[in-house]
């Protein structure tokens, strides 16, 4: 008997079937259109597009004019690249319009597909973004699909890293760019540091297809993206540490493979904590549990984090005198990536390469919140049913999943479960050789480097030729990819996810023509080397499909059933034959983790002999229910994350909007104004209380605020003494003073100067706090969660700090906005000159004095401030750092070097009695290079 549910679902459908069916009658005006467009002139498919635009510049919605895009997209795919989309593909491409995830089998035409929503949300000249997750595919697609936008009239850019910025900025200002994510969100968080408009490369966030959206917006949204500057050397601690985990027993540590996580036991702190007095790095007396203690605590988690969960070829290779992390689900190298919070640094430690310091982050954006930016998102992948939910709640994204072009006739076997991983292994080895012998193309997925280069190890033992792809062979990717679908060929992949190449049943046509033409020496006619390979690639197929097609060899079940349907979906591609088949054994990670005891003692019982498999529906369905308490665990991290995340994200928004408004804006005479006045009333306010009697007013203590702030010194306490003065009467004389000093300023450097000053010195100004604030706030939220000890919510309190800390950021910018502005001076030619040469002479007895202290005390060589503008053209070799900065800012004493913000405050360097008039951030006129509140200003 049928339950309700399916019983519902016979009559009225799935939800899936009724969005396919909500969108047939489009896909039939689509096509009733097909011959109207096919009777055109190839210039009348960009007249057309130019008729479309202006309908939409009239106020005529996309979604009107939906047919009449999509057919002229069809009809310019079909001329430019011989490709006409199939009806599946313009339901996808409606789906994607709509601002959904387009689930699709590998080798149904997503990237062609894409072209119809793009072209369409083009038409309005705001500019498509279509996000690839490297940067190959980035530059293949747009290459390859800007034939068909050039066909219609439109300009098309990609964006990859290393890229000059102007030809970034063209590539923006394309109707259509390609890039990847990072190289985006990177973008966003560079534009959002520039000081000109003119700098800024974005134009606008309207609408983003992203193309492996599974990959993108859930595997990678864990890690946010961070630009950072070096911060201090701390290579001789990290070095000293690292001796010491390889000394630890089993019982000093308690290790959480599920959580990924390790700490010391009781035992492991006491070991420690004479080790650690023994080389000094402890002192006597002192215990691991003291405050004082924190940062070396902290050195200590993450080298016993490198020893124990992050392994060599699993999750990182050493290349070049590097950790190159390793992408779990792609099994690519991140090139660039490194892991934060000293972790990257005890892995160097670890595997003996130079260990790079430590890095401070001066802006960072997750993903989630880059991606939500957009006013329309969408994406595409083959799989993304099982993460529907986390798209939904996240991103607001439904997933559709859209009907093959051809029915799927491939086989997937039942799991076949093993004892041991020996006898596994035996098992696929012998399993490989029978398809290799039959001629059946076979490609074998793995889930470590490590894992990958055993199995070959295995497999040339017993002579059976392959290719092996994963990170140590990254260059090679798309010829091994190549070749993966001639009869017989034996490829080994360290997960096949996200890797935007098709494996084609006989080979790849275009890669076996370019290596024919590089191969011809007797320089034959390009047309007929085509038809050749063409006829040979077309034989190949034909061997392949009588062996069965495409057979997929898994030998483990990863943590995702995505990753897993990924690799499945490589089989079977339009219709082809084939058949995928999962190798697993009680030793696999997953299986050992998620309780294989009672499995083990079942089979023992059932007296299975060497060399026998289980296999049983039943087996599939436990092992899919574990993967889903994994998924969801991990959903809920990530959730978590985010919900942090949020709070950092909206204060990001705030000063981001604060800095454009600044920048688009010719005039901030007002803003500055208002942080003035605002200034002067909070300071009044500090020291002359509400309700306050006059003897318990701190009028000293606002006279050396007002000075220090303003450069005025304003007789406050001879003002308290007169009769009838009262709070409000002493804010406006100090209001009329400070505004008189700032008239006389623009009287003297001219409004037109003054209006530049204003502009610069408030963009720096917030640039430096919103630095300073973050790194506060990474402090706070790696300490908030132990407020849960106290059963006090974790971000709740991470929330309430977080808006004190922001609330103390504004008013820190307007102190020293208003401190800066009223201390600036503008110096003349000569007394530049003068403030160069003296600079140089500084520098050079400073360098005189460390070359006679090396010999006694070595110190690294100084790192040069990653925040600072570079120079608007490039300084000759000739030029010295102090004349060029000079030559950048011929007459603002505030935006020079540290010895001009001195000056122009007033203070004078020989007299170290001026010293207090110093910021609090600035740099110490003795010349240390450090910051006055870490040198001579520390309390």
Known sequence: ???????????????????????????????????????????????????????????????????????????????????????????????????????????????????????????????????????????????????????????????????????????????????????????????????????????????????????????????????????????????????????????????????????????????????????????????????????????????????????????????????????????????????????????????????????????????????????????????????????????????????????????????????????????????????????????????????????????????????????????????IIAEAGVPGAVTIATNMAGRGTDIQLGGNVEMHVIDALEQDERGADPSAIRETVETEVAQRKDQALGAGGLYVLATERHESRRIDNQLRGRSGRQGDPGRTNFYLSLEDDLMRIFGSDRLDSMLGKLGMKEGEAIIHPWVNKALEKAQGKVEARNFDIRKNLLKFDDVMNDQRKAIFAQRREIMEASDVSEVVLDMRHQVIDDLVHEHIPPRAYADQWETEGLRTKIREVFGIDADIPAWADEEGVDDEQIRERLTRAVDDLMREKLDRYGPETMRQIEKQVLLQTIDQNWREHLVTLEHLRSVVGFRGYAQRDPLNEYKSEAFQLFEGLLNRLRTEVSRMLAHVQIMTEAEQRAMVAEMQNRAQAAQGQRAEGAATNPMPAPVPNPASPPPAEPASPAESTAEAGARRQPALAVAGGAEAQTLASGIDPEDESTWHRSGRNDPCPCGSGKKYKHCHGRF
């Open 1 to 479: 008997m049928l339950g309700i549910g399916t019983l519902a679902k016979k009559v009225f459908g799935t939800p899936n079937d009724r969005k396919i069916k909500s969108v047939r009658h489009l896909v039939q005006r689509i096509n009733a259109l097909e011959p109207e467009f096919q009777a055109l002139e190839d210039e009348g498919l960009i007249a057309k597009t130019g008729e479309l635009r202006e309908r939409v510049a009239n106020g005529e919605s996309l979604d009107a004019l939906l047919p009449e895009a999509f057919a002229n997209a069809r009809e310019a795919a079909r001329r430019a690249l011989g490709l006409r989309p199939f009806d599946v593909q313009l339901m996808g491409g409606i789906f994607l319009h709509q601002g959904n995830i387009s689930e699709m089998k590998t080798g149904e035409g997503k990237t062609l597909m894409a072209t119809l929503p793009v072209y369409l949300n083009a038409l309005t000249g705001r500019g498509v973004h279509v996000v690839t997750v490297n940067d190959y595919l980035a530059r293949r697609d747009a290459e390859w699909m800007s034939k068909v936008y050039h066909a219609l009239g439109m300009s098309v850019g990609v964006v990859v890293p290393g890229m000059p910025e102007t030809e970034k900025k063209t590539a923006y200002d394309a109707d259509v760019t390609y890039a990847t994510n990072n190289e985006l969100g990177f973008d966003y968080l560079r534009d959002n540091m520039k000081s000109d408009l003119a700098q800024v490369l974005q134009r606008d966030h309207y609408f983003a297809i992203v193309d492996e959206v599974d990959s993108i917006l859930i595997d990678e949204a864990r890690t946010p993206l961070i630009i950072s500057g070096p911060s201090q050397d701390r290579s001789d601690l990290y070095l000293a540490i690292d001796k010491l985990i390889p000394e630890l027993e089993a019982n000093h540590y308690e290790l959480d493979e599920k959580a990924r996580s390790t700490t010391l036991t009781e035992d492991g702190n006491e070991y420690l904590e004479g080790r650690l007095r023994e080389l000094k790095l402890l002192q006597e007396g002192a215990t691991l549990y003291d405050p004082e203690s924190t940062s070396l605590v902290h050195h200590v988690t993450q080298a016993l984090r490198a020893h124990v969960l992050f392994k060599k070829d699993k999750d990182y290779i050493v290349r070049d005198d590097e950790i190159m992390l390793i992408d779990e689900f792609t099994g690519r190298m991140m090139s660039g990536r490194r892991l934060s919070d000293g972790l990257h640094q005890a892995i160097e430690a670890k595997e003996g390469v130079s260990i790079r310091p430590e890095n401070v982050t001066l802006a960072s954006v997750t993903f989630q919140n880059y991606f939500r930016l957009y006013e329309k998102l969408a994406g595409m992948t083959g799989t993304a049913a099982t993460e529907a939910e986390e798209f939904f709640e996240i991103y607001k994204l439904g997933v559709v999943e859209v009907p093959t072009n051809r029915p799927v006739i491939r086989k997937d076997h039942d799991d076949q479960v093993y004892r041991t991983a020996r006898e596994k292994y035996e098992a696929i080895v012998a399993e490989i050789r029978r398809a290799h012998e039959a001629g059946q193309p076979i490609l074998v997925g793995t889930t470590s480097i490590e894992k990958s280069e055993m199995l070959s190890g295995l497999l040339r033992k017993d002579n059976i030729p392959h290719n092996v792809l994963n990170a140590r062979y990254h260059e090679q990717e798309a010829r």
